[in-house]
């Protein structure tokens, strides 16, 4: 078994170096797969940042009346956040809306001065509501106006958020369904142009193959040079694709935080460089190894 492995090894490092220039091509043409599968995973993690960003703009509050005590609150806080469509609940006290409110008009002096005036506090106790999914909000205004909480609640601020938060559902919407469409067009693509690249590369060892099966080779020792040589071209695809991407990485990442400050394109990069090299040798040699069995099987049958 061992002597057989490594005449099998041995023989498609031969093809891989005698092909020259055919092994150069299918390289690079993997490399483009590769950097068509690393773009991708950028890709999908600069959609789901996007989506989590518009989410967390999203939220809607519900208001209680003057005479509502804290604890009653505090109870339905805890209610809500045992709703699976709810992702977090933030109390807000009549002291620190006051706060928040003389925060942000700090520099009006017509409202400090009004303010000053006042001898109690007019704004209202508060829950900040926030969905896992933007289309559970209809829900969660439904279950707040429900006639149990009318003695309770002053007001819920759905309705007047209702036409931005579709707005911001259908964004969120469009933009999964648009990523997952361009994921798999793009993913088949690649696969096939590698699958014919190395199938031709393949062609120019088809008089080899026909000799071998004449002289009694198993398929193990016809298909196993190739698959070799698909691996080793894997291997190498991966490298480059990694060596290639990582400055076009570090030049988009000042623009990216531009758009997008809470995203590190490097950080995300150098954080999980060993496992994108993972992911783009498993991709390379799994592609690889793959289409050399598809297009050795063809004149295997001839």
């Keep these: 078994m061992t002597t057989a492995l490594s005449r099998i090894i ?22 483009l797969a590769l950097l068509v599968f690393h773009n991708l995973i950028i890709f999908n993690v600069l959609t789901s940042q996007v989506t989590v960003a518009l989410n967390d703009k999203i939220d809607i509050s519900v208001y209680f009346k003057n005479n509502i005590q804290e604890n009653n609150i505090l109870e339905l806080q805890d209610v809500l956040r045992d709703l699976s469509e709810v992702k977090n ?5 009549q002291a620190k809306a ?9 520099d009006d002096e017509v409202i400090a001065k009004s303010l000053e005036v006042l001898d109690s506090n007019p704004l209202l106790a508060s829950l900040n509501i926030k969905a896992k999914d933007p289309r559970d909000y209809s829900a969660i205004a439904s279950y707040l106006e429900n006639k149990n909480l009318v003695e309770v609640v002053e007001k819920v601020t759905y309705n007047q958020n209702r036409l931005v938060i579709d707005r911001l559902s259908t964004i969120v ?40 099966r004449l002289v009694g080779a198993s398929n193990i020792f016809i298909n196993g040079p190739h698959i070799v040589n698909g691996i080793i071209y894997g291997v190498i695809a991966a ?14 990442d000042p623009y990216v935080s531009t758009l997008m400050p ?4 490097t950080a995300y990069f150098t954080g999980d460089i060993i496992k994108f090299l993972g992911y783009q040798m498993l991709f390379g040699i799994v592609l690889g190894a793959i289409s050399s069995v598809l297009a050795v099987r063809r004149y295997l049958k001839l």
């Design 173 to 212: 919407g469009t933009a999964e369904k648009a990523g997952l469409a361009l994921t798999i067009v793009l993913a088949v693509t690649a696969i096939l142009v590698t699958f014919n690249t190395i199938r031709l590369a393949i062609y120019s060892n088809k008089e080899e193959i026909g000799i071998m």
């Design 98 to 106: 006051l706060e928040i409110f003389r925060d942000k008009h700090k």
């Design 239 to 252: 490298f480059a694709s990694l060596v290639i991407m990582a400055p076009i990485i570090f030049l988009a």
């Design 10 to 31: 041995k023989y498609g490092l031969q093809i891989f170096w005698r092909n020259g220039w055919v092994s150069v091509a299918t390289i690079l043409v993997m490399v």
């Design 89 to 93: 609940v933030e109390y807000i006290s």
């Design 262 to 265: 809470e995203i590190s394109l």
